[in-house]
């Protein structure tokens, strides 16, 4: 039952950074509904992991605002299509609250961060053949 509302919460995840990025509005208002979104459905994923409300709070708070500033830097890239920027923001999310995960359970190893990093290459690799316009 958890992987289906893990991706759940990644599906809309995703739905909701390309409505978002594809909207192409300001950067205070798109990088603050990123933010939120972000912070809310890492909370959602990230729950079930501890019994420590505070530190689930803490970390979705550092992922939501790591996505707010890599929209506000991806909307200083005019000629980014809207899928591929909501992918890159998708997949920034994955790792940020893959890597928050981690933590969480005390399994963040220099092992787990080179499969991240491998995993992050490998998907923007991906992105950048058959992504629309790089």
Known sequence: MRL???ALAYGAALLLFLFVYQSRTRSLLSGT?????AMLLAIELLRTST????HVLMYSVVVGLLLGEVTW?????PL???LTGGLLLLLSFYLAV???LQGLQGRLTR?????FAFFAVIALILIVVFGPGF
């Open 4 to 6: 289906w509302l893990d």
């Open 33 to 37: 509904m990123v933010t939120v979104t």
């Open 51 to 54: 019994n420590e409300t505070r």
């Open 73 to 77: 830097a991806l909307n200083y890239w």
């Open 80 to 82: 980014l299509p809207g």
């Open 98 to 100: 893959g890597i928050a």
């Open 111 to 115: 092992r787990v961060l080179v499969e």
